[in-house]
């Protein structure tokens, strides 16, 4: 009796999964029952994010389509690994098979720092939602905890039907220079710097110029993780006590960025479908972007909110 009261669960939560869309984490357990439990037309379209094709070779989830991340930037006025226009976008995720109608069930690998391909899932993510699509779920683990619950691989390439694009964006959740500059000061307008503390700081060999935005705090991506998978996010409490011990609550607008938007990404997503922050953007450009306005000021003292 128990097995049938538990296989009728599970067939209640598969369909309320594809019928509800969402952006949310999803555990190796709930992904693996999606793929391999509704048919051809309505199962998740899986994207493996990684920036290594090589990687996606030696092994990635069943039906995992290849979208390596960093095809979605280039360099544009000078200024690298900048987001790619509109048209550019949008014919890269149709070729992916990104569909309005379909849940998106996005992953990458790498266990322990300074593995960071977590950021490439979450980045993807952020651009699909920034083109209007609702259904994305982030698996919570990524490959390696998988694979450590020995889940099926193959080295079998996965090419999704070209897929559909929703007819409105959501560019609200990010934010250009001009409006950043603009709101910055603003009361209840919290800026969050996600690069590591050094870089914060200025104490690195990376960026054109020293510091991070005036005004600006910093909480490091990593410590949302689990120290040993950077693809595994913290207990939810835990995160909690580490955004409180900063001066992050829900009822702020939150402004994040990094260098290059990636780390942003990740502390965006996890505010606001995670925790349930209902104001947070990204800036876009970032650092990389911030640092080559050599008009615009710059600091190295560490803030902290009031």
Known sequence: MTKFIWLGI????????LANAQISLISCD????????????????????????????????P????????TLRGTDAGVPVQYLPDDLTGELLRRAGVDRD????????????????????????????????EDIRIL?????????????????????????LPATSKKSIGIDLPELL?????????????????????????????????????????????QGNTHKFIAAEKAALLLQEIGLSPDQE???YCGTSREGSLLRFYLAHVAGYSNVRLYEGSWKEYAAMKQLPTETKVNKLP
Request: hydrophobic letters at 35%; proline letters at 4%.
């Open 102 to 133: 379909r849940t998106h069930l996005l992953y990458a690998t790498g266990e322990t720092l300074p593995n960071d391909e977590i950021l490439s899932t979450t980045m993807v993510a952020y651009v699909l939602e920034k083109n209007g699509v």
């Open 10 to 17: 599970a067939a209640w939560f598969l369909g309320g999964a």
């Open 182 to 226: 603009e709101r910055k000061n603003k009361t209840n307008v919290v800026l969050v710097d996600a690069r590591p503390d050094n870089e914060y700081r200025g104490e690195d060999d990376v960026w054109l110029r020293k510091g991070h935005i005036p005004g600006a705090i910093s909480f490091h991506w990593a410590r949302l993780m689990e």
């Open 63 to 70: 039906t995992a389509h290849h979208l390596n991340f960093d």
């Open 140 to 164: 919570d683990g990524g490959l390696a905890e998988w694979q450590r619950l020995s889940f099926p691989t193959t080295q079998e390439y996965f090419g999704n039907p070209l897929g559909k």
């Open 254 to 256: 939150i402004i994040v």
């Open 30 to 61: 709930e992904a693996k029952s999606l793929i391999e439990s509704v048919g051809e037309n309505k199962r998740p379209i899986v994207i493996d994010t990684r920036g290594g094709y090589k990687d996606y070779f030696r092994g990635h989830l």
